[in-house]
C-alpha cells in the first residue's frame, strides 16, 4: 500500500509507522493542530475572563447588585459559568464563575458574592432529578 506523509501528501518510503516525510512537516502538522485547540479554548476562556472581570467590578461597588440587562450590554454572556450550584428548599440555582458567584434576585437583577475559602471546588453535590426543571423556572 501506498503511504504519503499526512502534512504534505508526498511519498513515505520510511519505516512503516512513518507518519510525515520531515521533521518540517511534523512541526507543521502539530503547530497547526495546537492552533486549532488554543483557538477553541481561548473562545471559551474570554468569555469566562470577561465575565469575571464584570462580577469582580460589581463587587467593588455596593450593594453588589447588577442589571443583567446591562451586563449583557456590555459583553456578560450568561451561559458563561464554571459551576452551578442549587440552593435552599426551592433550588433556586448559584451560577459561579471560578471564586465569584451570583444569584438572581428577580427576573432583572443579579446579586453578586465572593466565595469563601473553603468552598469545595469539585464537590460531587448529587443533583436531583428535577434539576432541569427547577433551571428552568429559574429568571434568566
Ligand atoms: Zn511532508
Not at 483557538?39 to 464584570?54: P, Q, W
Not at 464554571?82 to 428548599?89: A, K, N, S, V
Request: some cysteine; overall charge positive; hydrophobic content about 30%.
Amino acid at each position: 500500500m501506498k503511504r504519503s506523509c499526512i502534512q504534505c501528501d508526498e511519498p513515505l518510503y520510511g519505516r512503516s509507522d512513518q507518519r510525515f516525510c520531515s521533521t518540517s512537516c511534523r512541526s507543521h502538522y502539530h503547530n497547526h493542530k495546537r492552533e486549532i485547540e488554543n483557538k477553541t479554548f481561548y473562545a471559551a476562556h474570554k468569555h469566562l475572563i470577561t465575565n469575571y472581570k464584570m462580577l469582580t467590578k460589581i463587587l467593588e461597588q455596593h450593594p453588589h447588585i447588577a442589571s443583567i440587562n446591562q451586563l449583557v450590554r456590555f459583553g456578560f454572556v450568561a451561559s458563561k459559568i464554571t459551576e452551578i450550584e442549587l440552593e435552599g428548599p426551592n433550588a433556586r440555582p448559584l451560577f459561579y464563575l471560578y471564586d465569584i458567584g451570583y444569584r438572581y434576585l428577580d427576573q432583572k437583577h443579579i446579586e453578586v458574592f465572593k466565595c469563601s475559602k473553603d468552598r469545595s471546588w469539585h464537590s460531587n453535590r448529587q443533583l436531583r432529578p428535577d434539576w432541569f426543571d427547577s433551571l428552568q423556572k429559574a429568571p434568566l
